[in-house]
């Protein structure tokens, strides 16, 4: 195969693959490296299922080339959780009842990590906002906000510990 090797870190893992230089991150991510948390479900970055980080940015992974990721740093869903214990905002996107289908549900958590590692205390329109980018067919947004808001409070109370 033609392709790039490519050196990158995800979820805190050092992984290095070979792809074809116009393979995108979803690609590479899903099929590659098995991380299929990651869903496409638009592939022109429209609907947000393909959420990941970036060097801490949100980017929507298949408007991304897998080359792209030398020496960077993805993360996905599967890295939210630590030791085997759930992040909050998972544990709360499951007590909200804000998932049905589960195609847009890895996206949305990535979405809403990233808001509140920059913003800690968002209000409604903020969370809402910083979803805008991610599309829910079936839940609805209302049960989505109340679970970001409800994990934003468990998280700001962790920190002050």
């Known amino acids: 195969m033609n392709g790039v090797t490519v050196s990158t870190t995800v979820n805190g893992d050092a992984v290095q693959f070979v792809c074809p230089p116009s393979e995108s991150l979803l690609d590479v991510l899903r099929n590659r490296l098995n991380l299929t948390g990651v869903k496409e479900g638009c592939g022109t970055g429209d609907c947000g299922a393909c959420s ?3 060097d801490g940015r949100l980017v929507c992974a298949c408007l991304v080339l897998g080359a792209e990721a030398e ?18 905002l998972q544990v709360q ?35 809402r906002y910083g979803l805008a980018g991610n599309l829910c067919r ?24």
Do not use: W
């Open 138 to 161: 079936c839940t609805g947004y209302d049960k989505i906000v109340r679970a970001v808001q409800a994990a934003a409070k468990i998280m700001r109370k962790g920190r002050k510990s």
């Open 52 to 54: 990941i980080t970036l």
């Open 93 to 127: 996107f499951i007590e909200n009842a804000a998932l049905q289908c589960g195609i847009c549900t890895p996206g949305f958590l990535v979405a809403a990590k990233a808001l509140l590692e920059r913003n800690p205390n968002p209000t409604e329109e903020e969370i």
């Open 71 to 88: 020496g960077r740093e993805v993360g996905t869903v599967e890295g939210m959780s630590e030791n085997g214990e759930l992040h909050p």
